[in-house]
């Protein structure tokens, strides 16, 4: 497949212009023309990259990619390591932030809920980013902990009254802890996502209304694993993916 048709087709389907992000959505460093692999995972980082090249990948496509806002753009230090790396092998880097959150079918948040077996009823937030919906079937808050434990392999932090009953969930994978108030505006009896903040244990405690922090990578594997699927049934193109543990 070629690059150009690859970029028009993501782009079009994560609807990546819609979207204000904190970094560039799409192709964000041009490699070779042709694509047959591409080693999908969640971070651009440099053992990505390597592994990427260990598997004769023409490109990698990640949810977390590069040049943030605020980041110093000097290509110097580990930067440079990595852009020596991706155009010394002529490897194309795509990454889509938010539009792979938001997107209703192979994002983040919607292969959350389905593994997990919860309902999609509505979206909250800010560009639809936050879901909002409810278990399969009645739980505590200890209960939807304890779903997500066995789905994500990792110990729940939980704060906040975990035998409170959920009959309307709400959730944001990764870093979306400052979500967690209009999760509660928009009648959310649990809120989970990736990161907890200070500020978001007391909020718990003073509402009523349990957070869980599931681990920012854990819960944002699955985007980039449904995309890459669905890229390899479509096209034929070998789409691996690669999990780079991240304890965070």
């Not at 490897?91 to 997107?103: E, G, K």
């Not at 066995?150 to 035998?163: E, F, I, K, P, Q």
Request: hydrophobic fraction near 45%; include cysteine; proline fraction near 4%.
């Amino acid at each position: 497949m070629h690059r150009e048709d690859l970029r028009a087709y993501l782009d079009g389907l994560l609807e990546a212009a819609r979207f204000r992000d904190y970094c560039p959505n799409g192709l964000q460093v041009e490699g070779r023309a042709e694509l047959r692999r591409i080693v999908c995972g969640v971070t651009a980082s440099q053992a990505l990259l390597d592994e990427a090249v260990r598997r004769q990948a023409d490109a990698i496509l990640v949810h977390h990619g590069w040049f943030w806002k605020g980041d110093d753009n000097c290509i110097t230090g580990i930067r440079r390591k990595r852009m020596a790396t991706l155009i010394g092998a002529d490897l194309n880097l795509f990454a889509y932030h938010l539009p792979l959150d938001a997107h209703p079918d192979l994002g983040n948040n919607a292969e959350l809920a389905r593994r997990a077996g919860w309902r999609v009823e509505g979206r909250f937030a800010e560009q639809d980013i936050g879901f909002i919906g409810a278990p399969s079937a009645p739980a505590s808050a200890a209960g939807i902990a304890g779903t997500l434990e066995a789905l994500l392999g990792r110990a729940m932090l939980v704060v906040g009254d975990v035998d409170r009953p959920v009959a309307r969930l709400a959730w944001c994978s990764g870093g979306a802890q400052g979500m967690f108030e209009q999760a509660i505006q928009a009648g959310a009896d649990c809120f989970v996502s990736g990161e907890i903040s200070e500020q978001t244990v007391h909020l718990a405690r003073e509402s009523g209304v349990p957070y869980i922090a599931a681990g920012h990578h854990a819960t944002e594997r699955f985007g980039v694993m449904a995309l890459g699927s669905h890229l390899q049934q479509k096209f034929g193109l070998d789409c691996p993916f690669v999990d780079i543990d991240s304890p965070v």
